[in-house]
């Protein structure tokens, strides 16, 4: 039940809430971090990249972590366990596309590392969280999947199929914490105008572009929008839930 103040739209949406945040270093991950900072979380914000970007709020805290790297989940767990002690927002945003191989000519070595990040990463970012919060309070997790882990494209075998997983293992983790107060969520985005679109070819995104009822790229502040609605209380009865934001590209 919303109070008064929450009703009329005063109160910040998730409030003293310690948030993590991978891939937070640019693009979604990026607005994902700013947007849970202006409705009152402390985030950690995690990124491949060593440098701290910048950000808007000083109730961002960049940390240096490799999500497909077993030991920095164990060193940040640390830290969590040192420092505030619990996790409530777990968005897992880092992903990579790098190469646009099919079945005939996807290597291994492109495959393992996709699967790696994509897909593991998501993993070891939920096992992590959930480890730390299993017993002792609630936890929403956010993961980053895409309209390809749901429909068909051409060609990016291996990111299409570590976005498909990803779904599932939304599903999977869904129903398993239902009962222990961890709700997961996937967000499917469309074309979103970062990095990983910007130096994809052009042709490539013209062709998801032409297939978008909406007819524009969308922003990452509309991808950040949906996971701050799935990380606050607000969806307390959402769980295993795929919420596609990509200007109707699925409906159709
Ligand atoms: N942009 C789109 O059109 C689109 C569409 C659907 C899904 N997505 C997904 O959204 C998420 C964010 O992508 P984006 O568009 O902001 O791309 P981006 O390339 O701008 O940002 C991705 C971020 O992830 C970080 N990253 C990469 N590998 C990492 C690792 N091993 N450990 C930690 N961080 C790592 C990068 O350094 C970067 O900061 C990804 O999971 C992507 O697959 C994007």
């Known amino acids: 039940m919303l109070t008064i103040e929450e009703w009329v739209g005063t109160a910040m949406r998730v409030e003293g809430k310690v948030a993590v945040v991978t891939g937070a ?81 996807v290597t291994l070595t492109d495959w393992d590392h996709i699967v790696r990040v994509n897909q593991t990463g998501v993993l070891l970012g939920m096992r ?29 075998i291996a990111y299409h199929a570590s976005k498909g997983a990803v779904i599932n293992m939304t599903r999977n983790a869904a129903v398993t914490y239902a009962k222990q107060g961890i709700r997961v969520n996937a967000i499917l985005p469309g ?30 502040e509309e991808i950040a929008a949906g996971v701050l609605f799935l990380a606050s209380d607000e969806a307390s009865f959402v769980t295993g839930a795929t919420l596609a934001i990509d200007g109707g590209f699925t409906a159709q």
């Open 128 to 156: 992590m969280a959930s480890a730390i919060m299993l017993g002792k309070g609630s936890l929403s997790i956010v993961n980053i999947s895409s309209i390809w882990g749901q429909v068909g494209g051409t060609g990016q």
């Open 25 to 105: 270093h640019r693009g979604i991950g990026r607005a994902c971090a700013e947007i849970l900072a202006r409705e009152g979380a402390q985030v950690i914000a995690c990124d491949i990249l060593a440098d701290d970007p910048g950000y808007d709020s000083a109730a961002i805290r960049f940390r240096r972590l490799d999500v497909g790297s077993e030991s920095d989940w164990q060193a940040l767990a640390g830290a969590i366990e040192a420092g505030p002690g619990r996790v409530d927002i777990l968005v897992n945003a880092a992903g990579i596309a790098p190469t646009k191989a099919g079945a005939h000519d």
């Open 191 to 220: 074309l979103i105008d970062t990095e990983m679109v910007r130096i994809q070819p052009p042709a490539m995104n013209a062709a998801t572009l032409s297939l978008t009822p909406m007819g524009r790229i969308g922003l990452p």
